[in-house]
């Protein structure tokens, strides 16, 4: 079964202890993107790759970090969290056709964060 | 970095309503576009892809405006089951963009 998957998918953590979200997807899709979704504000970017080890900065990339040495998994990292980093988190995945664009997105089922 | 533009509503309508959302893109090169479903705190869901001929499944239309820059989803016959938020995507020189989504509730 075609899958993005995440874990944890609920994390609660105390201001400056690392943490890791991993992503996984089993479908051999070149693009992963990393989101957060806050009320009222949508979902917005965090990180994106477009392949393995190309990553670039989405809209609000201060304090995460990613990388994406293997094609199937884009780990995201919060080396110090904080109470505003607190949220609901997304990653998703989709295959790119040369000159055609992205197909659809698949998202993983969402991490809640809460950093006390 | 281009934009995704989105009403962000809230829409409130009766069942069975005709509702219509815009989203507007800044990037005329954009190549691909979808509207997506998210039920409350859930991952986002494809809803339909947008072609540049129009498309249609079952009570939704999507339509694509290359020259003004909009993609457009039109919701017949609302259903107590449409209540949502529907977002647009973008796909941007490679990269998926999302509107901030316009939120419907479809009321008795």
């Known amino acids: 079964e075609a899958q993005v998957t995440q874990n944890p998918r609920y994390l609660i953590t105390v201001t400056g202890k690392k943490l890791t979200v991993t992503c996984s997807q089993n479908m051999n899709h070149e693009y992963m993107s990393w989101y957060r979704q806050d009320p009222g504000l949508g979902l917005r970017q965090i990180y994106y790759s477009m392949n393995v080890e190309v990553t670039d900065k989405g809209d609000v990339p201060e304090g995460y970090k990613v990388s994406r040495k293997e094609k199937r998994n884009f780990p995201l990292i919060l080396e110090s969290p904080s109470p505003n980093q607190t949220s609901l988190y997304f990653c998703a995945s989709s295959a790119q056709n040369p000159g055609q664009g992205n197909t659809e997105a698949f998202f993983g089922q969402g991490t809640r964060l809460t950093v006390v | 970095r281009k934009e995704v533009e989105q009403d962000p509503g809230p829409f409130n309508v009766p069942e069975g309503a005709t509702v219509a959302f815009n989203c507007t893109y800044s990037n005329s090169a954009s190549q691909s576009f979808f509207w997506y479903r998210q039920d409350c705190r859930k991952e986002p869901k494809l809803l339909m892809s947008v072609y540049s001929s129009g498309n249609e499944d079952g009570r939704f239309t999507a339509q694509l405006n290359r020259a003004s820059q909009y993609i457009s989803l039109l919701i017949r016959d609302s259903k107590l089951s449409d209540s949502a938020t529907y977002l647009c995507?973008?796909?941007?020189?490679?990269?998926?963009?999302f509107g901030a989504g316009t939120r419907l509730t479809v009321k008795p």
């Open positions: 995507v973008v796909n941007d020189w490679g990269d998926m963009r």
